[in-house]
């Protein structure tokens, strides 16, 4: 089986940087995504890492290590509309269905 | 210009009730998911449906069961609610033959049993 570990909550201010951690235990999985989702919203994608190193759109760059079990999404030059909760999940097997963790809810303050 | 719509945003309804929601997406993507997220916001795979290939996630009970009537259409069928069935139900989609992996998800369906 297959588990994703993120920290349930973190706070940051405005124009800061901050970076969400996401631990998994898999047997193989095609690669790892990050979503985010604003309170009664969808969650919308992110980003990206089929392969190991770092994917960087924007603001937003994520980061996967196969070989340590582990990726990142960092978020720089935080806006207070970054406020939301933001998932890592495994794509994984037949179908491409996503295994989520259980979310990392980040308040940004002024 | 809605990529992946959902009927309807709201259902509630007794235990022991069958209920449907609809998805539809616009996309022209090769698969459909349907995901349920709980009250403590974990999200949860429930299917995938590619090109009438049907996978199931093992721990779904039978009384959830989707219908694809095309393409373009993914709507779930629910038999004999039951209280824990309570949640928001999101429908998604993908083109995994291509290039892209990203999902696009529905606004969601929130369901309330009572």
């Known amino acids: 089986g297959q588990s994703l570990e993120q920290p349930s909550e973190v706070t940051a201010v405005e124009g800061a940087i901050v970076q969400i951690n996401c631990t998994y235990q898999?047997?193989?999985?095609?690669?790892l995504s990050w979503y985010q989702q604003h309170d009664g919203g969808a969650p919308t994608f992110l980003s990206y890492?089929?392969?190991?190193g770092l994917e960087e759109t924007g603001r937003f760059s994520s980061f996967l290590s196969r070989s340590d079990s582990y990726g990142y999404l960092l978020l720089q030059e935080l806006q207070m509309k970054d406020s939301a909760s933001y998932f890592c999940?495994?794509?994984?097997?037949?179908?491409?269905?996503?295994?989520f963790g259980g979310g990392t809810r980040l308040m940004v303050k002024p | 210009d809605t990529a992946v719509s959902q009927t309807p945003k709201y259902l509630v309804t007794q235990m022991g009730n069958d209920k449907s929601i609809k998805c539809e997406q616009n996309?022209?993507?090769?698969?459909m998911y349907w995901y349920k997220q709980d009250s403590k916001k974990f999200l949860k795979i429930m299917f995938s449906?590619?090109?009438?290939?049907?996978?199931i996630n093992e721990t779904v009970p039978n009384r959830f069961s989707p219908k694809s009537p095309d393409k373009a259409h993914l709507n779930l069928h629910i038999n004999s609610l039951e209280l824990g069935d309570s949640a928001v139900y999101f429908c998604?989609?993908?083109?995994?033959?291509?290039?892209?992996?990203?999902?696009?998800f529905g606004p969601g369906t929130r369901l309330t049993v009572t």
């Open positions: 996309l022209g993507h090769d698969t």
């Open positions: 999940a495994l794509e994984r097997g037949a179908g491409n269905m996503l295994t």
């Open positions: 898999t047997s193989g999985f095609y690669g």
């Open positions: 890492n089929a392969l190991d």
């Open positions: 998604a989609s993908s083109q995994v033959s291509g290039v892209t992996y990203e999902q696009y």
């Open positions: 449906y590619n090109n009438k290939e049907l996978i």
